[in-house]
């Protein structure tokens, strides 16, 4: 029957929340789920998953060539998609339905530097849209002249008793090289699979193909597969690190993405995730400003951890409110809400000019630019090496 992993009293709420997404595509956030399901962590908190292993990061400038800078750009995403795609699990229990962030919601955060001169990273993240939710990030680490910059929406359908979601938006990586000039990534986004749902234990695997595309002219294509493909395990992967100009690849990596790969020519180890990973740095949520992710959703947040859903239900029905107000207010008064960090624009140059070079599918992208004006991150010292 269904529910294994549903609390008793949920079952049936559950039940009705899987005929209502099995009869539904678009934006999930928008239903109503059960409370067992929920998480009390918001969306605007996931572009953190980009940095959580913060010395693959800066490892990307210090590569000498663009074929081994192409390498260090794979080995880094391919090593964030643990973190992205299964952490919720290992903190949650499994899957769970995230808080849908408010317009405007931000999330702030940076990883120090360290004694091994990693340099500083600094994360600025928007809620750039509610209907349907846009999340907009720029991570920097500007002791190492990289920076990352994109934005995520879903759309979701439902197949197969499983929710099927595709990503919107893409990531652009921009590194400056000692040379002065640059090298750019493209980077587009897996389609998921979300699995575990009639059990009420829901997991992600990953589906299809994503790609890395430099500036350079150097390729990652990616292939995601679950149980029953290549090796009957989940969560593998194969890539294929093509040079400029040339249809054959140079370098193919195979493996699992949540545990380890190889470079399957020379059987040497290429990612191991299987290390703890180090998580974002927040100011303590009393010294946060209104429209930070955790400061905001506070209340919410405590009555989910708590089990309180009552308290949970009516705190977050006072967000909601206090949201439909203003939008009210700005449509009487002619006003349009302000974006504070990122400036839209329809058509993104650089998805537009590298897509062309892989033949991305859409052809054109809109993006958000980061317009350079984010809060002052603590400096903090380098701990002195021992001698
Ligand atoms: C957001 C962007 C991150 C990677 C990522 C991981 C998990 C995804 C999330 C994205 C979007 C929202 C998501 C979530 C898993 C479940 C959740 C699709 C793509 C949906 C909205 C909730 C489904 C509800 C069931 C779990 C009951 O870089």
């Known amino acids: 029957s ?43 908190e996931f572009p953190a998953y980009w940095c959580e292993r913060p010395e693959l990061f800066s490892a990307i400038a210090d590569a000498k060539t663009d074929e081994e800078r192409s390498i260090a750009v794979l080995k880094w995403f391919i090593s964030t998609l643990k973190g992205q795609y ?5 903190k949650l229990g499994s899957e769970k339905k995230p808080l849908n962030p408010v317009l405007g919601e931000l999330f702030y955060g940076y990883w ?9 990273t600094n994360l600025i993240v928007e809620q750039v849209s509610h209907h349907p939710p846009i999340t907009a990030y720029y991570i920097e680490n500007k002791d190492k002249g990289l920076s990352l910059q994109g934005h995520n929406a879903q759309k979701t359908s439902f197949s197969g008793g499983s929710i099927i979601v595709r990503q919107i938006g893409h990531a652009v990586l921009t590194v400056k090289l000692p040379s002065g000039s640059t090298d750019t990534f493209l980077i587009t986004l897996p389609k998921l699979r979300i699995d575990g749902l ?37 969560h593998q992967f194969k890539a294929l ?24 020519k020379s059987g040497e180890d290429f990612t191991d995730v299987t290390s703890p990973k180090e998580e974002v740095t927040v100011a303590n949520v009393d010294e946060q400003g209104d429209w930070e992710s955790r400061k905001l959703w506070k209340f919410v947040a405590k009555g989910i951890r708590e089990g309180d859903f009552e308290a949970a239900s009516r705190e977050k029905s006072k967000i909601e409110n206090e949201q439909r107000q203003r939008r009210r207010d700005e449509l009487a008064a002619g006003t349009k809400w302000e974006l504070k960090h990122f400036d839209h624009i ?9 897509g062309r070079l892989f033949k991305a599918n859409p052809s054109e992208e809109d993006a958000y630019i980061y317009r350079h004006n984010g809060p002052q991150f603590p400096p903090v010292p380098v701990p002195p090496t021992e001698s």
């Open 2 to 44: 269904v529910g294994e992993a549903v609390p008793a009293s949920q079952k049936s709420s559950w039940a009705s929340f899987l005929k209502s997404i099995a009869s539904f595509s678009g934006d999930l956030s928008s239903l109503t789920a059960p409370p067992f399901i929920l998480s009390p962590i918001s969306l605007t």
């Open 112 to 120: 120090p530097n360290d004694a091994t001169n990693r340099g500083q």
């Open 198 to 234: 009639w059990y009420g234990s829901p997991y992600i695997e990953l589906t299809e193909m994503s790609y890395i595309q430099s500036s350079t002219g150097w390729l990652s294509s990616i292939e995601y597969k679950g149980k029953g493909y290549f090796s009957g395990k989940s």
């Open 241 to 264: 690190l093509t040079p400029p100009s040339s249809s054959y690849p140079k370098h193919t990596f195979e493996g699992l993405w949540h545990l380890t790969s190889k470079n399957v």
């Open 86 to 90: 299964t952490s919720r699990n290992e």
């Open 346 to 354: 329809d058509s993104d140059p650089i998805y537009e000019e590298l």
